[in-house]
């Protein structure tokens, strides 16, 4: 997510979500991930390379918005790990776990 001056993110929308293991949180962007997820050709552009990128990254961000999304369509989901050219694998062990491949 680009940030402006004095650090606060700029982004063309924000999902919110509430779990209670991991309170309120927020995810900016998120209509760009939903889209990848709905049509993995997408990863193939930068912009939404860099989308996946900064949500596994960012150790702020719950990997929660991704199982959700992967759920909705496991083989989908299961195109966007293996076309993603991963460097950041924070999180990728524990949506794997949920049955998810690279």
Known sequence: MPRSQGGVGIAGSVAI???????LSFYPDYDLL???FSNPALISRRRYREIISGFLGDPDISPEALRRLADRDP???STVFTRW???QPREIASIRSAGYRR
């Open 75 to 77: 083989a989908k989901a």
């Open 85 to 87: 050219p991963s460097r």
């Open 34 to 36: 939903e889209e990848l």
């Open 17 to 23: 979500h509430s779990l209670a293991e991991e309170g």
